[in-house]
T-cell receptor, first 113, second 111 residues
Framework: NAGVTQTPKFQVLKTGQSMTLQCAQDMNHNSMYWYRQDPGMGLRLIYYSASEGTTDKGEVPNGYNVSRLNKREFSLRLESAAPSQTSVYFC????????????FGQGTRLTVV | QKEVEQNSGPLSVPEGAIASLNCTYSDRGSQSFFWYRQYSGKSPELIMSIYSNGDKEDGRFTAQLNKASQYVSLLIRDSQPSDSATYLCAGYGGATNKLIFGTGTLLAVQP
């Protein structure tokens, strides 16, 4: 049972390049999230999807787009990468409900040069 | 102001002592709260969740919630060096219905 799987684990981009971070979960969870983590900033919510077919902005959505492809998959796209998007990106999933215990993928370390 | 606030630390405690980690939140509508542990270079791992006022115990960990004071805490009894990590507090629900994290508190348990 893999849980939440993110690809790639590491990526280096040049400024202006685009890329898509992939996330898939096999826990049949309804909700999925994308966070970024920078030193001293904790986890900041970029986008989330409460259920299949819905997406909503989080705390720091600018420069990102998402697609909830199906119940299992939630992708994050950087259309034109900037050095400020250098970060560690985490995908998470949870059930809907009053106490949505979220489980995280292993993270993607992205460097934009 | 962040919706969920934590002291960044570091909090240093001797081995065997009680570590007390604190968190405050601004959205009174928040329904449930979570404590995650994150080792350096690893992903966050869920330790405890709590949604009712009072205490919830699980082994050496006790989570406390006080909705009137908008305050959540995590106590770690008999702290071990292996507990040294960053502890993240998260809140869910309220106006945004999103899972929002604090900045985390770095705990160092000294042998």
């Amino acid at each position: 049972n893999a849980g939440v799987t993110q690809t790639p684990k590491f990526q280096v981009l040049k400024t202006g390049q685009s890329m898509t971070l992939q996330c898939a979960q096999d826990m049949n969870h309804n909700s999925m999230y994308w966070y970024r983590q920078d030193p001293g900033m904790g986890l900041r919510l970029i986008y989330y999807s409460a259920s299949e077919g819905t997406t909503d902005k989080g705390e720091v959505p600018n420069g990102y787009n998402v697609s909830r492809l199906n119940k299992r998959e939630f992708s994050l796209r950087l259309e034109s990468a900037a050095p400020s998007q250098t970060s560690v990106y985490f995908c998470a999933s949870s059930e809907l409900g009053r106490v949505p215990e979220a489980f995280f993928g292993q993270g993607t370390r992205l460097t934009v040069v | 102001q962040k919706e969920v606030e934590q002291n960044s630390g570091p909090l240093s405690v001797p081995e065997g002592a009680i570590a007390s980690l604190n968190c405050t939140y601004s959205d009174r509508g928040s329904q449930s709260f979570f404590w995650y542990r994150q080792y350096s270079g690893k992903s966050p791992e869920l330790i405890m969740s709590i949604y009712s006022n009072g205490d919830k115990e699980d082994g050496r960990f006790t989570a406390q919630l006080n909705k009137a004071s908008q305050y959540v805490s995590l106590l770690i009894r008999d702290s071990q060096p292996s507990d040294s990590a960053t502890y993240l507090c998260a809140g869910y629900g309220g106006a945004t219905n999103k899972l929002i994290f604090g900045t985390g508190t770095l705990l160092a348990v000294q042998p």
